[in-house]
């Protein structure tokens, strides 16, 4: 059965709200449109300067993407994916491979194609059963329950299909349900030294697509910054408006971006933030004990 999971996040109404204020002066302005390689704002990413973007806002994670400059989508979904306990231990090995690709070591010609797109490390639980499947002839289904047993650290399942991934699985009638490492030319040793490094990481292993939606995400909330800052700014703003240390954050931000925020007015104040001019307007619900 297909799993999807739905979530209600803040940030997706910042995005819409944001869109909304911009359509005022570029009515044919969609943030479905953006182009998703843009230079700026990997550029503004890169540099750090992320408050108010979407995941990348903790002082940890804007060290993380300064050190690595992130350059594509691509980066952004393993940066989300590796700034979590466990693949932790694997960041400062990629972002040496990803600045020197030439150091990059595969334990086995074919990982290559499988761990390629992240530097050789793995980062995704797809990539753990892409490694099943193909090192050992994993069909999918059992990739998976594998995995499952992987990330919840089943010990005895654990044993079981070390052998069979590295020696294979053979039926009654002697025909191979699973070939195994070793009967598909990988050498048991690596076969085994493979498995250890999948056992250690798949618990903390993050689902790819979570991760990828993310990213997007996080690259729009970036892009709207680095490009539409006044109608950004004043949509993050009301997106906290009972937040009385967000909305100091955002501000002090607004102030480094050039972007003056004027205090609210009785004939010019909405409900949130607006932008006026090429400044933005305080909300009046941001207003102590005024309520809606």
């Known amino acids: 059965l297909l799993k999807m999971d739905f979530l209600g996040l803040r940030n997706l109404s910042v995005i819409a709200n944001a869109q909304t204020q911009i359509q005022k002066r570029q009515p044919e302005f969609s943030i479905e449109q953006i182009p998703m390689n843009d230079k700026q704002t990997f550029a503004m990413i890169a540099s750090g300067a992320t408050e108010g973007v979407f995941q990348f806002e903790s002082a ?8 690595l400059k992130p350059e594509s989508i691509e980066d952004l979904i393993a940066v989300i994916s590796l700034y979590r306990p466990g693949p932790m231990d694997s960041i400062p090995r990629y972002i040496e491979n990803r600045h020197n690709t030439g150091k990059i070591q595969y334990k086995h010609p074919l990982l290559k194609e499988i761990l390629e797109v992240t530097y050789g490390c793995i980062v995704y639980q797809e990539q753990v059963m892409q490694i099943f499947r193909t090192l050992a002839g994993y069909s999918l289904g059992r990739a998976d329950i594998v995995r ?18 590295i020696y294979g699985l053979q039926k009654e009638d002697g025909t191979w349900e699973v070939e195994g490492c070793v009967n598909r030319g990988v050498d048991e040793q690596i076969a085994a030294s493979i498995f250890g490094e999948m056992e250690s990481f798949a618990s903390y292993a993050f689902n790819k697509s979570h ?3 993310y990213a997007v995400l996080s690259y729009q ?10 109608e950004y700014m004043a ?35 909405e409900n949130g933030f607006t932008v006026v001019g090429d400044d933005i307007r305080f909300g009046l619900l941001a207003v102590k004990n005024l309520g809606k």
Do not use: W
Not at 221 to 230: M, Q, S
């Open 235 to 269: 949509a993050l703003l009301t997106s906290v408006l009972d937040n009385a240390n967000k909305i100091a954050i955002y501000t002090a931000e607004c102030a480094r971006l050039g972007i003056r925020v004027l205090p609210p007015h009785v004939n010019t104040s």
């Open 221 to 230: 909330t970036a892009f709207l910054k680095c490009h539409h800052p006044k």
């Open 148 to 165: 499952r047993a992987m990330s919840k650290k089943k010990a005895d399942v654990m044993e079981k299909e070390r052998k069979i991934f």
């Open 60 to 67: 940890g994670m804007k060290s993380m993407i300064t050190q």
């Open 211 to 213: 991760a990828a939606a």
